[in-house]
Nanobody, 122 residues
């Protein structure tokens, strides 16, 4: 069974930084696309950063220039470096994975992690 485990969330003041990690285990395919998503209660889940197995990357406009997605294949881990955090970045952050881009970009990856809370205070 594929597992995604996020870590690295926490509470920081506005302008601060955090790095989230998503470690993947038992991935059965040679290709993948992974995304970081966030959700605030009462709002739709938003995809903010995406990366695939050959290193192609996309960002949402809301985080472009502040967040950086990267990966360490040896550690089967995808990271989200979040800089210049804003109060509006406060959310539960999830990583999601699928073999191809389409389900990830549509917000419906095949696998999800359990989430990690990020809270940015003013």
């Amino acid at each position: 069974q594929v597992q995604l485990v996020e870590s690295g969330g926490g509470s920081v003041p506005a302008g601060g930084a955090l790095r989230l990690s998503c470690q993947v285990s038992r991935w059965p395919h040679s290709t993948y696309c992974m995304g970081w998503f966030r959700q605030v209660p009462g709002k739709e889940r938003e995809g903010v950063a995406f990366i695939d197995s050959i290193g192609s990357i996309r960002y949402s406009d809301s985080v472009k220039g502040r967040f950086t997605i990267s990966q360490d294949k040896a550690k089967s881990t995808v990271y989200l470096q979040m800089n210049s955090l804003k109060v509006e970045d406060t959310a539960m952050y999830y990583c999601g994975a699928a073999q191809f881009w389409s389900p990830v970009l549509s917000g419906q990856p095949d696998y999800w992690g359990q989430g990690t809370q990020v809270t940015v205070s003013s």
